[in-house]
């Protein structure tokens, strides 16, 4: 029998990337699917967290709170979106009590914002959703959407309002309640605009998603943030909405 032809390099590097690719293909989704499993799992206990931690239960304040502006503080630890916390954020964001997570198709999620009664907006619940492009095409997930919701200021507080949108995407209001997609007819000025912010809205949304949701009681109790906010204190010169 002759021996067969030995396989083209280009064919060879075509093949082991496909096969590598397949690999990490399947090692996403796992990982996706088991943090959506292990958060699922324990649902009950994130809510009684929030609970004993705000001491609000649903609208209803029932206790002290274990440690007062439990959220905000653990937004302001987290590296990922400490600068995303704007002077003009400091208020609404005590009223915050609770952040939860809704698990859609394939990769989509929603981060859910719950607010007790405040002298700042009437919304109770602000809801921000993340979606990637669907189907076998793509190895990876592709951010094609976020859909931020309106915040409905009280009137002693428009002033507040275009504050945040002055700040633009360093305000976390402006960022919660943005909506951003790609488009046809875009020009590639506009696509790189869109991309630009369309990734740092993903970049906030996975860090509250994967580091502040299940480690909020770390930001106080466990040390953690600490250090890397001591070593991004000297950058904050320029960051003239600081609190």
């Known amino acids: ?3 067969p032809p030995p396989t083209p390099p280009t064919q060879l590097i075509k093949t082991l990337y496909t096969q590598e690719t397949t690999l990490n293909t399947t090692w996403t989704k796992t ?5 959506k499993a292990h958060h699922e799992t324990n649902t009950p206990f994130y809510k009684h967290r929030s ?8 609208d209803t304040c029932t206790h002290t709170p274990l440690i007062e502006d439990f959220w905000l503080l653990a937004l302001r630890k987290e590296p990922s979106t400490r600068k995303a916390v704007t002077k003009p954020d400091i208020g609404p964001l005590k009223a915050l009590t609770d952040i939860r997570i809704e698990w859609g198709q394939g990769f989509d999620y929603v981060l859910e914002f719950q607010f007790a009664a ?3 907006f009437t919304n109770r619940v602000m809801r921000k959703a993340f979606i990637f492009e669907a189907g076998d095409a793509y190895p990876y997930p592709v951010p094609v959407e976020t859909r931020g919701e309106n915040i409905y200021w009280r009137k002693n507080h428009i002033l507040q309002a275009e504050c ?3 700040i633009g995407a360093r305000s976390f209001f ?6 951003v997609a790609f488009g046809d007819g875009l020009s590639s000025e506009e696509e790189g605009f869109v991309e630009e912010r369309l ?3 993903f970049d906030l949304g996975e860090a509250i998603r994967d580091r502040v949701h299940p480690n909020a009681m770390s930001y106080h109790l466990g040390g953690l943030g600490e250090e890397e906010e001591e070593e991004e204190e000297d950058d904050d010169s320029d960051y003239d909405m600081e609190w």
């Not at 402006?174 to 909506?179: H, K, N």
């Open 1 to 3: 029998m002759p021996t």
């Open 31 to 35: 990982l996706h699917e088991a943090r």
């Open 174 to 179: 402006a960022w919660l309640s943005r909506s």
């Open 118 to 120: 405040n002298e700042y």
């Open 164 to 166: 945040h949108a002055r």
């Open 199 to 201: 990734g740092g809205d």
């Open 51 to 58: 609970q004993q931690a705000t001491g609000y239960t649903n």
